[in-house]
């Protein structure tokens, strides 16, 4: 009987460690199969682009895996079984149950609304592709006169705002945050932030936290109240609370608490990848949930499973966070430089290079994604149990 392995969610971490291991494991040995809730691979670090009208690469997940053996099952997991080894899953036919031997958790995250009431009612986000397109037909219906207010002030909110106003030069844009905008960056990168900001006519309040969120308002905590037409909630990202729930060792966010190998703690079974791993970083700190991350962990992941399954020496891949690549709108970036502790340094790229730079590792990680055959070996790993008694020639 094979080996099956399951691949929750195909983004950035689940589809790159789906294709690797494809690629590696003998299909003698081994059956993978990976559950996403969407049939495309989505590029979710450009849902930001999708909201404010561009259009992006269509890539079909039926067509990414082809040739490589994967089973994709188009449907929404709903609940893990760590005791029986098992996902419920959901489509439009009923419900499902899936038997796996190991798994892989790369379901991902959401917006965090932080209990602010509203949020889930009346707020857009952009941290899946439903609610940006949700986002892009309200923009659509406002045309070219209305408020448009970005609440938060981190990487997400930096980039919606400046997509949507320059995508959109007839609306007026607002940003609040409750801390300082781009307070993170070093002193060049926040002089070039600010500088676009008021080229593109964004309003910044500072300090100010939202408590409250209706239909066309937001209101604060000392009582300020901005009119919105639309309000798009970008105050950071949340694990789903299936992870909790399903007796894995979480920390206090939800996040599942991994070994170095990306092994549960509590359950060596499973491997975890992507935002919903929680992992300390080569600088003493968690790794935050980034694309950057989805890459570390994903290769990490994937070099424990085909070392445990397989019994080969696994690979450390080095868990570093090197900086934050911004986009401000189509034609201008930053890339903010951090040292060992996380701290950002004193100098940064800026402007059309930045957003270039940005651009062309975007474009490469979802190129590398979307061709998980590419340079398939002629050579695949045996399961342990195989490797004493059958060659580990591919046969077609």
Not at 123 to 152: C, M, N, Q, W, Y
Not at 379 to 387: F, I, L, M, P, Q
Request: proline fraction near 4%; aromatic fraction near 6%; glycine fraction near 10%.
């Amino acid at each position: 009987m094979k080996h099956r392995i399951v691949v929750l969610g195909a983004g950035y971490a689940g589809a790159f460690t789906a294709g690797y291991l494809a690629r590696t494991l003998h299909s003698d040995d081994f059956e993978i199969a990976v559950v996403n809730a969407e049939p495309d691979f989505v590029e979710r670090l450009r849902l930001h682009q999708l909201a404010a009208g561009h259009d992006l690469p269509h890539r079909p997940l039926a067509e990414v895996f082809a040739g490589t053996g994967i089973r994709l099952r188009v449907a929404r997991v709903t609940d893990v079984d760590v005791v029986r080894r098992t996902v419920t899953v959901a489509d439009g036919e009923g419900i499902d149950r899936i038997g796996y031997d190991t798994l892989l958790y790369a379901l991902g995250s959401t917006a965090a609304d932080h209990g602010v009431p509203g949020v889930a009612e009346h707020a857009f986000h952009v941290a899946a592709r439903p609610s940006a397109l949700r986002l892009r037909a309200r923009l659509d219906e406002l045309g070219e006169t209305g408020k448009v207010l970005i609440v938060g002030g981190n990487l997400t909110a930096i980039e919606a705002a400046t997509e949507i106003a320059e995508a959109r030069p007839g609306l007026r844009v607002g940003l609040v945050t409750s801390g300082e905008l781009g307070g993170w960056l070093g002193p060049k990168a926040r002089r070039h932030l600010l500088r676009s900001f008021e080229r593109f006519g964004i309003a910044v309040h500072e300090h100010t936290e939202i408590e409250r969120v209706e239909e066309t308002k937001a209101a604060a905590a000392d009582g300020s109240v901005f009119a919105a037409d639309a309000i798009v909630w970008t105050a950071g990202f949340a694990v789903h609370p299936i992870a909790a729930a399903s007796g894995l060792a979480v920390e206090a966010d939800g996040r599942i608490t991994v070994d170095r190998q990306m092994r549960s703690v509590s359950h060596p079974d499973v491997y975890v990848a992507g935002d919903s791993v929680f992992v300390i970083g080569e600088n003493g700190r968690p790794l935050p949930m980034s694309c950057a991350s989805a890459g570390f962990t994903g290769t990490q992941a994937a070099a424990a499973i085909v070392g445990d399954l397989t019994g080969r020496k696994i690979k450390a891949t080095a868990l570093r966070y090197v900086g934050n690549h911004i986009s401000l709108g189509r034609k201008d970036g930053i890339f903010q430089l951090v040292d060992g502790a996380g701290r950002a340094k004193a100098g940064a790229l800026c402007g059309r290079l930045a957003a270039r730079v940005k651009s062309a590792i975007v474009a490469t990680s979802a190129w590398a994604i979307s061709r998980p055959t590419y340079g398939m070996p002629t050579r695949r790993h045996r399961s342990a149990t195989n490797r004493e008694r059958s060659p580990e020639v591919l046969t077609a």
